[in-house]
């Protein structure tokens, strides 16, 4: 089972990745194949979903959009910084005190 992940950019309903193609670009909604279909000139068939006025089209755009950026895992937090390996290579700390490795080559 699919899980719908994109939003036609002309009927508004939710589709899978597989059912919807992006003629126009990663950065404009993508649209069905039945929609994508309708606009290159290939006679509509009946799918059974009703057809959303624009502004239903442009509601559900903006609700996906919003959904998607809450989705978004934040970024990971800074690694601490661990200047042992500086102070080792510097001299400035004994062999003894960074895991027993010697600085005799």
Same mark, same amino acid.
């Given at each position: ?28 909604? +993508?649209?069905?194949?039945?929609? &994508? ?6 006679? #509509?068939?009946?799918? /059974?979903?009703? =057809? ?20 978004? +895992?934040?970024?990971?937090?800074? &690694? ?6 500086? #102070?080792?290579?510097? /001299?400035?700390? =004994? ?11």
């Amino acid at each position: 089972m699919a899980v719908s992940e994109y939003v036609c950019g002309r009927c508004g309903h939710e589709f899978c990745p597989e059912c919807v193609v992006f003629p126009f670009g990663l950065k404009k909604p +993508p649209l069905c194949i039945s929609c &994508a279909l309708e606009a290159g000139g290939v006679s #509509r068939q009946h799918t /059974g979903r009703p =057809r959303l006025t624009e502004r239903q089209v442009k509601d559900r755009l903006a609700e996906h959009r919003a959904r998607a950026a809450l989705a978004r +895992p934040s970024p990971p937090p800074p &690694a601490p910084v661990d200047d042992a390996e500086e #102070r080792w290579l510097d /001299g400035s700390e =004994r062999a003894e005190d960074v895991g027993g490795w010697s600085k005799k080559f």
